[in-house]
């Protein structure tokens, strides 16, 4: 059995990865009871904020302000990064980004790697490929590790093994840490996650992290954790290398204000995330003393020229959209084939993407508006989505679904120009029904993709006075007699 | 008061019984009530699966039609939601000057049912008798783009003899999505029968809205499971009175 696949090039259908997820009792249940608890948890934290809205005001104006001078920001940093010691480098696409990685490390002589959690080096493929060149990653976000020692794939960009139950984290740690007699204490899986982790943070000449924002201001980078185990990346090997996309910065240190407090709110329910980690290029004898960044732009410039989509890009990462998704509530994140799933997945990967993959996930959504609502920078996720799909029309898929979709759409459109026409197309329609609707004026079984409706519901046949037959027939000519 | 009905297509070909029910409502209220019979569609189907053109067309009519309108009553949350939301954009991609002011001119006149009950004419005991136990669904656009509140909570809450009970997790979608239950049946699927059991657990009689697309949905639903719970729309339930009973009622 093939697990899920996690990039868009070769992914199924958003429907069709479904199907084995809406099966799995286990990952239904997960996903629902972590996103009861993650919800309940934000919106008890979101209750006690009065100027909540105003927060989101704020996030979604300086992010907005940051995307419309991006390249001034961009520059800003790297001087202010490169003058505190910082080396900055610039990447294009994901290979280019694993190359500078994979060169540094090679200079560096680093045989092996910690990790600090990030969805960008996810996104870029980054362990896969330095490990075919011989270099050992270890993930140390504690989730993370039970995801690669697993050969498991993320669910979620916050909480990415929520589809992994206790017990089977105990198989994943006896097996691969060796300890046969581990129990399913969460203390004791705990415990034994950080014997394990020890040892590589103190054997690693080097670690890569992500980053949750760049201070255009002062060349600062921060990331935000809950277990510590990013901060001792972040300070004990000689060499860091930090991958962020090029959107992630943030004009001033003071608006970090802002976000640091809707970013815990939103993504974990915490008034405050634990550990935040603020570094500014390399300080002589304290914390990494070789301090790499590199920016990546990988479609991120594509999407900024998008007027309409660019608000993508204002996307601080924190999952509140899926933990509202109904859709994702119902399928995890597995089913997006992409290592961004849900709402923020839905706009993000097609367009990171080139619009030449990931098509179904802009059709992924009932467009109910959940996620807009409590997304902190105020991205309108349903409005983009309909762009993407306008997009996605006009690039005139010629599958036979495409095309059928095609005709139909066009011919209701010219039948709704007329009244007339949708007079008649109604009486066609009524004459059709006719043929399936049951002495109960139900429809129990409809042909070719009206199937797709009658697997699992009714249909109401269409009785025979529509409203305007009604209106034409009772009022129309008492109000021409009256006259 | 004068108000025109836009009764919304897929209303006027299968649930006309909600058109009559608003008609009937209306004029109790003593409002003067027209239905433009070259109205069609309001375009929501061709926008929201991508096919911009067909739904300017649809938006360009409605604005012909209704421009010197008093009032447009709609008894449905997501057409209401498309005007007001979606037309903005379709008319400057490809509206005129003077045909954008005439949309932002009468957009405030455009209300969804509720809205006009309550906001409009300030009724929200409108003489209603319907003897039932009575679950409201909470449409997406309702909630979310219209912002509708508890408008239709208040409206139920004067209604002589109704019992209304809350659905738990109401603020989550059905699972119609349009042509999102076609495309994405399995997971619609998935998504409706954990809105059912929100829905059964209130063990009402009738579950309303302000939708009969989410109650099309959960509808057939009930219909296909024998689940013994029927499905009316909130307008027809507001038309019951003690001498006029619901065309619909059980």
């Known amino acids: ?483 | 008061m004068r108000a025109s009905l836009f009764i919304a297509c897929f209303n006027d070909t299968f649930f006309p019984q909600t058109g009559r029910a608003v008609v009937r409502l209306l004029r109790r209220l003593g409002v003067e009530i027209a239905f433009d019979e070259r109205q069609t569609c309001c375009g929501q189907m061709h926008a929201n699966s991508g096919y911009r053109p067909e739904a300017w067309h649809q938006a360009e009519r409605f604005l012909r039609l209704y421009a010197e309108a008093d009032h447009v009553v709609i008894p449905s949350t997501s057409c209401t939601a498309m005007i007001r939301e979606q037309y903005p954009a379709l008319f400057t991609s490809f509206g005129s000057e003077s045909q954008k002011r005439e949309l932002a001119a009468l957009l405030p006149r455009v209300f969804e049912l509720s809205e006009f009950l309550i906001d409009k004419l300030g009724s929200e005991d409108v003489g209603a008798y319907f003897p039932h136990r009575v679950a409201y669904h909470a449409s997406c656009h309702g909630l979310r783009a219209l912002h509708l509140g508890n408008r239709p909570h208040r409206l139920l809450a004067k209604v002589r003899g109704l019992e209304l009970v809350a659905i738990p997790n109401a603020e989550r979608c059905c699972g119609f999505g349009g042509t999102f239950a076609v495309k994405n049946a399995e997971v619609s699927s998935a998504m409706l029968t954990a809105k059912l059991q929100d829905v059964l657990s209130t063990r009402a009689e009738i579950c309303t809205s302000l939708d009969n697309s989410c109650l099309m949905h959960i509808g057939g639903a009930l219909h296909r499971q024998y689940a013994g719970m029927a499905v009316m729309h909130l307008a027809e339930i507001l038309a019951c009175t003690e001498t006029s009973l619901a065309e619909a009622a059980p």
């Open chain 1, 1 to 483: 059995m093939s697990g899920p696949i996690l990039d868009p090039r070769y992914a199924l259908p958003f429907a069709e990865a479904a199907l084995p997820v809406l099966r799995n009792a286990q990952l239904r249940k997960n996903v629902a009871h972590a996103m009861d608890t993650i919800q309940a948890k934000r919106a008890r934290l979101v209750a006690e904020k009065s100027d909540w809205q105003a927060l989101r005001d704020s996030a979604s104006a300086i992010r907005g302000h940051v995307l419309e001078n991006l390249p001034g920001y961009l520059e800003q940093f790297e001087a202010r990064c490169a003058a505190q010691g910082g080396i900055v480098h610039w990447a294009a696409d994901a290979a280019e980004a694993r190359a500078i990685a994979l060169r540094i490390l090679v200079e560096e002589k680093a045989d092996s790697v910690v990790k600090v959690k990030s969805m960008t080096t996810a996104e870029i493929q980054l362990n896969a490929d330095l490990e075919r060149h011989g270099i050992a990653v270890f993930e140390t976000d504690l989730a993370e590790i039970i995801l690669q020692l697993g050969h498991e794939e993320p669910s979620h960009i916050v909480v990415p093994a929520l589809h992994v139950n206790r017990s089977q984290i105990r198989e994943i740690f006896a097996r691969e840490m060796g300890l046969p007699h581990l129990s399913d204490e969460p203390r004791a899986l705990a415990e034994a996650a950080r014997i394990f982790l020890r040892r590589k943070f103190l054997s690693s000449p080097a670690a890569i992290s992500g980053a949750n924002f760049l201070i255009a201001e002062t060349g600062a980078v921060a990331v935000v954790e809950s277990e510590g185990n990013g901060r001792m990346c972040l300070t004990l090997p000689k060499t860091l290398i930090t991958i962020a996309g090029i959107e992630k910065v943030l004009p001033r240190f003071g608006d970090l204000e802002v976000f640091l407090q809707l970013l815990a709110r939103s993504a974990t329910g915490e008034r405050m995330n634990p550990y935040t980690s603020l570094w500014t290029g390399v300080t002589p004898g304290d914390g990494p003393q070789r301090f790499h960044i590199i920016l990546l732009d990988n479609g991120r410039s594509s999407i900024l020229a998008r007027p309409g989509e660019r608000q993508t890009l204002k996307c601080i990462r924190c999952a509140a959209c899926m933990n509202a998704c109904p859709v994702y509530r119902q399928t995890g994140g597995h089913a997006y084939g992409s290592v961004y799933p849900g709402p923020i997945g839905a706009i993000l990967t097609p367009q990171l993407m080139g619009m030449q993959y990931a098509r179904s996930l802009p059709f992924a959504s009932t467009l109910c508006g959940a996620c807009y609502e409590v997304c902190p920078v105020k991205i309108n996720i349903p409005q983009v989505l309909v762009e993407l799909r306008a997009e996605i029309v006009a690039q005139q898929e010629q599958s036979i679904g495409g095309i059928l979709e095609r005709l139909v759409m066009r011919f209701t459109g010219y039948l709704f120009r007329d009244e007339r026409r949708f007079r008649a197309a109604q009486a066609v329609l009524r004459l059709f029904a006719r043929l399936v609707t049951k002495r109960d004026g139900w429809i129990h079984a409809l042909p070719a993709m009206g199937a797709k409706w009658t697997q699992t519901r009714d249909l109401v046949g269409p009785p025979p006075q529509s409203f305007r037959m009604w209106w034409q027939d009772n009022e129309a000519s008492k109000m021409t007699k009256e006259r």
